[in-house]
C-alpha cells in the first residue's frame, strides 16, 4: 500500500523569503506523484505532477518540486512566496496512473508580510 | 483547461433529510469520478469511484446505503446523503479526468454541507 508523509502541518515564513515543503511517499512499486494547492473553501488545484523523466519538475505559481528515489521524496519549493501563496498544500502519490490519489495530510504556508 | 464543475458550493440542511450534490465535467467526458470528504484541517478521504453506467466501488468503512452515487452519464456524477446526521457534516469534493492515459484529476470546488 502506498502513503505519503507531510511532515509540517503548518509552514510560517515572511514574504519573499524561499519555502520548502516537504513530503516523502513509501510504496512498492513506481509512483506517480503531486502537489495541490487548496485555497479556503475551494477545491484542489494541481501545482505540478511528476511521471517520468527529469527530476526537477516546475508547475504554476513559480512553485517546483524534486523527485528524489533514493530517498522516496518529492519536496515542493518557492524561491520566493507571496501573501496569496497562503493556502493549504496537499502532497498525493498514485501507483497506477491517476486511478486513485492517497493525500498526505496537507501543509499549511502561511506568508505574512 | 478542463474543469469540474459542482454544485452546490454550500448546503445546510435539517437532521434526516437527505442532500444531492452534483459534479459535472463541463468540457471532457469522464468515465471515472471520484468523491472525497474532507474534515476540517485534515486531508482528503477517498469515499468512493464512480464508474459510469456501473455501480460505484466505496472504500472501506464508507457506507454504500448512507452515500448513493449515480454515475449517469459521461459527465455527471451525484452523491446523495440519505437521512442526514449532524456527524456527516463535513465538505464533500468530486474530482475526475479525462478518458486518456496522462491526464491528471480534475477537482471540483467542494461542497460544504452541514446538518442541523
Known amino acids: 500500500a502506498q502513503s505519503v508523509t507531510q511532515l509540517d502541518s503548518q509552514v510560517p515564513v515572511f514574504e519573499e523569503a524561499p519555502v520548502e515543503l516537504r513530503c516523502n511517499y513509501s510504496?512498492?512499486?513506481?509512483?506517480?506523484l503531486f502537489w495541490y494547492v487548496q485555497y479556503p473553501n475551494q477545491g484542489l488545484q494541481l501545482l505540478l505532477k511528476?511521471?517520468?523523466?527529469?527530476?526537477l519538475v516546475k508547475g504554476i505559481n513559480g512553485f517546483e518540486a524534486e523527485f528524489n528515489k533514493s530517498q522516496t521524496s518529492f519536496h515542493l519549493r518557492k524561491p520566493s512566496v507571496h501573501i496569496s501563496d497562503t493556502a493549504e498544500y496537499f502532497c498525493?502519490?498514485?501507483?497506477?496512473?491517476?486511478?486513485?490519489?492517497?493525500f498526505g495530510k496537507g501543509t499549511m504556508l502561511l506568508v505574512s508580510p | 483547461g478542463a474543469v469540474v464543475s459542482q454544485h452546490p458550493s454550500w448546503v445546510i440542511c435539517k437532521s434526516g433529510t437527505s442532500v444531492k450534490i452534483e459534479c459535472r465535467s463541463l468540457?471532457?467526458?469522464?468515465?471515472?469520478m471520484f468523491w472525497y470528504r474532507q474534515f476540517p484541517k485534515q486531508s482528503l478521504m477517498l469515499m468512493a469511484t464512480s464508474n459510469e453506467g456501473s455501480k460505484a466501488t466505496y472504500e472501506q468503512g464508507v457506507e454504500k446505503d448512507k452515500f448513493l452515487i449515480n454515475h449517469a452519464s459521461l459527465t455527471l456524477s451525484t452523491l446523495t446523503v440519505t437521512s442526514a446526521h449532524p456527524e456527516d457534516s463535513s465538505f464533500y469534493i468530486c474530482?475526475?479526468?479525462?478518458?486518456?492515459?496522462?491526464?491528471?484529476?480534475?477537482f471540483g470546488n467542494g461542497t460544504r454541507l452541514t446538518v442541523t
Open positions: 474530482s475526475a479526468r479525462e478518458d486518456s492515459s496522462n491526464s491528471p484529476l480534475h
Open positions: 468540457d471532457f467526458q469522464a468515465t471515472t
Open positions: 510504496s512498492s512499486v513506481s509512483v506517480y
Open positions: 511528476y511521471l517520468s523523466g527529469s527530476t
Open positions: 498525493a502519490v498514485s501507483e497506477a496512473g491517476y486511478s486513485t490519489l492517497t
